[in-house]
């Protein structure tokens, strides 16, 4: 296992202080969001019966009634959950609710660094849900979760929900801290772009070991060290992209990107924007007045 680690480490310095030549880093660059899947099961319960709100390191466990009531015994204090209310178990191990009496309920099971990785891109920082247990009115997105044919609605838009409601009735900083380190971190990545960063200086300047930190990024951010320094060079090339004072070819644009090769350059591109850099360019100039950057 310790070698492992270290060859991953290993990997990981390797693709931060370059890019390939042929494109590939140590995992592909993904918007927050994208790809992400839940599990959700409506449920018909009697007075009297028990169930577990699962939660894990790699998941945290939704409810929302939709008729009747649950009470949970949580941390020693007892907590209600009555129709059009939701609960988010953000603790590490599944808590026992109890029904009083017949009622219904919609649960489900988020991946954890996939909130976490909205969070942080929406507030700011690197951001990690606080360990409890949160009970809050199903607005808005989480609505429609009482809704026949809730089963088909994306993952990313339940979480977009969750964390939303979160901030409005908790404040963001209660129910996602950010991580002082990992935050660090993202600011001086974020400040340089266009710097060939070293993983052990980076995790040294901010107080941390490499692997603190890369495990800190997954958690956090949603990425790796690595991808997130490529997202924001490809991010900083795609507003020079759309850019009409912008008259540098493409091949420059990537080569200031740190990329070895337009080839490179463009499959990364398409990978987190959907289409190549030529297209966005061609877009822009025909629309000039219609600038709109896409971001995570």
């Known amino acids: 296992m310790r070698a492992s680690c270290a060859a991953m480490i290993d990997a990981e310095r390797a693709a931060l202080c370059s890019v390939d030549a042929a494109g590939d880093t140590a995992s592909p660059v993904r918007a927050p969001l994208r790809d992400v899947e839940m599990t959700v099961t409506r449920v018909t319960v009697e ?50 609710g109890t029904c009083p009496a017949d009622g219904r309920m919609v649960r ?38 009482a809704d026949d044919g809730c089963e088909s609605m994306k993952a990313g838009a339940v979480i977009q929900a969750v ?3 979160l901030a409005s009735h ?9 991580s002082r380190s990992i935050s660090l971190a993202r600011r001086r ?33 949603g ?4 991808s997130y320094a490529q997202r924001i060079r490809l991010s900083e090339a795609r507003t020079r992209l759309a850019s009409a004072r912008e008259t540098r070819p493409v091949s ?27 297209k966005t360019r061609a877009d822009h100039a025909r629309f000039p007045h219609e600038v709109h950057i896409e971001s995570d």
């Open 163 to 165: 964390i939303a409601a």
């Open 47 to 96: 007075a009297g019966d028990r169930f577990e709100l699962a939660a894990s390191p790699a998941c945290v466990g939704l409810a929302l009634m939709i008729e009747g009531l649950a009470c949970f015994e949580i941390d020693a204090t007892g907590v209600r959950v009555s129709a059009g209310q939701a609960i988010l178990n953000a603790h590490l191990s599944p808590v026992v």
């Open 108 to 145: 489900l099971s988020l991946p954890r660094n996939a909130a976490q990785a909205w969070a942080s891109a929406l507030h700011g920082g690197a951001r990690r849900l606080a360990r409890a247990a949160f009970v809050f009115r199903a607005d808005a997105g989480l609505a429609e979760l």
């Open 189 to 221: 990545l974020d400040a340089d772009p266009s710097r060939a960063w070293d993983l052990d200086d980076l995790a040294r300047g901010v107080g941390v070991t490499p692997v603190t930190l890369q495990r800190g990024f997954r958690d956090c951010v």
């Open 223 to 226: 990425v790796t060290v690595a």
């Open 170 to 178: 908790e404040g963001i900083d209660v129910a996602c801290p950010a």
């Open 252 to 278: 420059a644009i990537a080569h200031a990107a740190g990329f070895a090769s337009v080839t490179a350059f463009a499959r990364a591109y398409q990978r987190v924007f959907g289409e190549t850099p030529t």
